[in-house]
């Protein structure tokens, strides 16, 4: 089963929210990859990106920028220090 979402792609895990232009999802070639204007929003920080590409043989991620080959992210430094208490 390979298949391929378009326009306002969301997903939620946990308590995490993805958010994206366009997901492919190749069972055949064992990848997921999520393009255009890719956010991901999470507990421990917000990360801008172009493209996620998971390898799920591998179990890796690549994160790609297209435009000025940087990725933006901002981690909530409190949320790793509120566990430590």
Known sequence: LDMTFNNNVKAKYEKSELMADQAEYSNSKSFLSITGKVKVKDIKGTMFADKLLFDI???TLN???????????????????????
């Open 57 to 59: 043989k591998k179990k």
């Open 63 to 85: 994160i790609a920028s297209f435009n000025d080959n940087k990725i933006n992210a901002n981690v909530n430094l409190k949320w790793k220090r509120d566990l430590e208490y």
